[in-house]
Structure formats: structure tokens, C-alpha cells
């Protein structure tokens, strides 16, 4: 069986991510989506609460599980049988960020294969981090994210 993984923070999930999760569910048997706990970046939801939306926006999908993981990418991999590393690409800024953690993760994992799929044209300029920016200053949000998502930031924009 092949089995695919995508890591990524998801602080939320967004229409970008969604639309790769989506393809990639087309493309392999399984498809484990790994929100990473301890991204160093600074997150406005919790681990649970990261798995939950991404469970959510997923669950119509049976080829797809949602797990939390820490540490490294390649062990988190080698932990569920995966043999495959997909990551999303947009075409500002992710190419060489994506590139050198390939290296890395090659190093580590040789056996494990990347495979980008490259972002949507109508997502390629959306990230978490503008999301939240604009959803903190108050911006319309609706058609970037499932609906849930948007409930969630507008609940914690408010409780802020
Ligand atoms: P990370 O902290 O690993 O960058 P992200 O949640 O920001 O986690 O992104 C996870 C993956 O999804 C990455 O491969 C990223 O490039 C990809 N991604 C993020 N936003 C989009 C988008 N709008 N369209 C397509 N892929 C995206």
C-alpha cells in the first residue's frame, strides 16, 4: 500500500492546504496529515485544536487520517509506514526552503521520496500567518478557509 504523509503547522488549515491534501488523497492508498506540535513559529492554536480543524475540513475523505507528531519529519514517517513526503509548493519563497529540507530529509531518509504539488493559482498567495493578520484586523476571511476555520479564528480573534 502506498502511504503518503503531509506535514505541515496548519495554524489553521487553509483552502491552500485543503486543496492539497485533496490531490494527494487522489494520488495515494493512505494519506496521513501530520500537524507538527512544535513548529518554531508562534502559534495561535493548540495541537488539539490544529488536528481537530484539520479532521474536520478532511472527514469526508477515508483515505485520509490526522495525526499530531513531534521531532523529526523522517522518523514520524518511518513511525507510520510512509513512503512518500508531500509538501505544498507556492511560488513565493517555498521552492528553497522546500529544497534544502529535501536534502536534509534524503540524508536522513533516502528511501522516503518527495513529491510537491504545486499550489492552486487561486490559493498561491495565501499563508496562516497573513490569514491570521488579516483575520486579527478584522478582514474577511470566509472564502480563504472551510467555515469551521473561520468560526474558530473570529472566536479567538475575539477571546485576544
Ligand atoms: P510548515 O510550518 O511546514 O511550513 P504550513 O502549515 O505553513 O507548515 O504548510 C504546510 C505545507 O503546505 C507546506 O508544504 C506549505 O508549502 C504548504 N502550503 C501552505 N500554504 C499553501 C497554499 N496556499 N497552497 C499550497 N500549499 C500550501
Redesign the pocket.
Known sequence: MTTAIY?????PI?N??L??AVRAARLFEKLIIGV?AT?NKHLLFSTEERVELVKKALAHLPNVEVVAFAGLTVNFAKKVNAQTLV????MSG?FER?FDMAMMNRRLFPELELVCLM??PE?QF???GLLKEAASLGGNIETLVPKHVADALRKKVAER
Open positions: 506535514p505541515g503547522s496548519f495554524d487553509t491552500g492546504h486543496d492539497i507538527y513548529p509538501r505544498g509548493l507556492r517555498d522546500e499550489a492552486n490559493y495565501l499563508s496562516s
